[in-house]
């Protein structure tokens, strides 16, 4: 017997909606190709359905590109494609962790590199003049 199991995901807003699902829902397709369950997208919110096994992991990725979104980051492909690889993996439990480590490696070399330029004296916003 299986254990079907269903998950509302609730966006704060239309930007949100759009940024968690993607330009023409390029994102949700790709979480649709990696897990056997049903995607029903309704305005500001989407809807996950099917078997237990494949939704539980499915709906807690979008919480935590959600979550992830809601402090300020960009959800891109690779932020996707990162948190499937880490469910598919075996590391779901500690996606929460791994999700927020690797946005902070993000940040800390981008703040690295300004740093670098600042202290060589390079200012950032001036154009390269190939000399």
């Known amino acids: 017997m299986q254990n079907i199991a269903e998950e509302i995901i609730e966006f704060a807003d239309r930007g949100e909606a759009m940024a968690l699902l993607g330009e023409r829902?390029?994102?949700?397709?790709?979480?649709?190709?990696?897990?056997?369950?049903?995607f029903i997208s309704r305005?500001?919110?989407v809807e996950?359905?099917?078997?237990?096994?494949?939704?539980?992991p499915a709906a807690k990725i979008m919480r935590e590109l959600q979550y992830l979104y809601r402090q300020g980051n960009a959800i891109t492909m690779h932020e996707v494609r990162y948190s499937i690889g880490l469910v598919k993996g075996g590391k779901g439990e500690a996606l929460h962790s791994l999700v927020c480590c690797h946005t902070?490696?993000?940040?800390?070399?981008?703040?690295?590199?300004q740093l670098v330029h600042a202290?060589?004296?390079?200012?950032?916003?001036?154009?390269?003049d190939g000399k």
Do not use: K, N, P, T
């Open 43 to 45: 305005g500001e919110a």
């Open 48 to 56: 996950i359905s099917g078997e237990a096994a494949q939704v539980e």
């Open 119 to 128: 202290a060589a004296g390079v200012d950032e916003r001036s154009s390269y």
């Open 104 to 113: 902070h490696a993000v940040y800390r070399q981008v703040l690295s590199y």
């Open 25 to 38: 829902d390029e994102y949700i397709r790709v979480l649709m190709e990696s897990f056997d369950a049903r």
